[in-house]
């Protein structure tokens, strides 16, 4: 099996547990339902994830990087701050970076992550995993002098890129503990635009990162 067809399984399994954990909620739902919604042998479930909590990490792992990637992909003549604002509007408009219809599913999952420990555990390490990418990605907008290899983050912009991603993520999880809609004032969106406005102050570009 290639690779892309392994990632392409994992996806499907992901997505066949996340619709049987909003329908019926997690503690009901066991990695041999997910196998049979998907149609496989749970044999062949236990290949790719080692719980049913970890199954969905690929959709949570699919969020966080189209989330930093909108950073990289982001104007190069934007500042480090409005680079990052960039990528929220692009990533968290219902209807933008995950369609309108998909969005009590994203709440739904990410308050999951608050109700169970395995799951917490999940989302913490990708959240963490996310954090280095991003890092990475400030690295390549910052290096000077034109390299085609951006040096490695320093652990200024380690911090920098922990900042922003704990704003985003803490936007994400307050939208998704109450009943705003993704839209308005009280969505993720809105949210994660007020944390970053509220480090307005933050030296994102200290010298040295």
């Not at 910052?142 to 320093?154: E, F, H, I, L, Y």
């Amino acid at each position: 099996m290639t690779e892309r067809r392994k990632a392409e399984t994992r996806m499907e399994i992901a997505r066949a547990a996340a619709g049987l954990f909003v329908r019926q909620g997690l503690r009901a739902t066991r990695a041999e339902d997910i196998a049979q919604a998907v149609g496989i042998a749970p044999r062949t479930f236990y290949r790719y994830f080692a719980t049913k909590e970890e199954a969905i990490a690929p959709l949570y792992v699919t969020g966080a990087q189209r989330w930093a990637e909108a950073v990289r992909s982001a104007p190069a003549a934007l500042s480090v701050p409005a680079a990052l604002e960039h990528a929220v509007r692009h990533t968290l408009t219902p209807g933008a970076g995950v369609s309108a219809a998909s969005w009590e599913w994203v709440r739904t999952l990410i308050h999951l992550a608050d109700t169970s420990p395995a799951l917490r555990k999940v989302w913490a390490e990708v959240c963490q995993s996310a954090e280095h990418h991003l890092a990475s990605i400030l690295a390549e907008r910052t290096a000077r002098g034109g390299d085609n290899v951006a040096p490695a983050p320093s652990p200024r912009l380690r911090f920098t890129a922990a900042v922003a991603g704990a704003a985003v993520r803490v936007a994400m999880e307050t939208w998704a503990a109450g009943t705003a809609a993704p839209t308005g004032e009280q969505g993720p969106m809105a949210l994660a635009l007020r944390n970053l406005e509220a480090l307005r102050g933050f030296d994102w570009q200290a010298e040295g990162a």
